[in-house]
């Protein structure tokens, strides 16, 4: 588990990549937020995470439970959306606003392109919504409680 990364993965560059054709700004991994979002719209409050769907659990083929060390693996992944449970929450009350970009959304079948990527992160910064998910095309991107 020491080799996984947890900054600069492939999904959060092309993300970036993106934005910044686009000619958005942003900043990177705030230290001093909450979860150390991957990227930061300081101006608009918006923190956006890009969650693998294997470690945040999301529901999607990408999140299958290893057969081997279940048990492990069961817990270690209950502790991950814990966590993320209470950073939503913290933002929430910093009065940020938050969006997840799911693994599934930049990989696979059902993934968007760059530019709908970043059309879909532009349009959440112009509405006044809390917290937004951007899924694959097979789930739909949908908002959140």
Request: charge should be positive; proline fraction near 5%; glycine fraction near 6%.
């Amino acid at each position: 588990m020491s080799r996984i990364r947890g900054t600069h993965t492939k999904p959060e560059k092309l993300i970036r990549s993106a934005l910044h054709r686009n000619g958005l700004r942003f900043r990177l991994h705030r230290r001093d937020l909450p979860g150390r979002p991957d990227i930061v719209f300081v101006r608009q409050r918006v923190a956006v995470f890009v969650h693998g769907c294997f470690w945040h659990q999301h529901d999607c083929p990408y999140a299958t439970l290893p057969a081997t060390r279940a048990e492990f693996w069961k817990a270690k992944l209950a502790g991950n959306v814990r966590r993320d449970q209470r950073v939503l929450e913290q933002l929430k009350q910093d009065r940020w606003r938050v969006l997840i970009v799911w693994e599934c959304a930049v990989r696979g079948s059902g993934r968007h392109s760059p530019a709908e990527l970043a059309d879909g992160i532009d349009a959440f910064l112009e509405r006044d919504t809390i917290l937004y998910e951007l899924r694959g095309k097979s789930l739909s991107s949908a908002p959140s409680k």
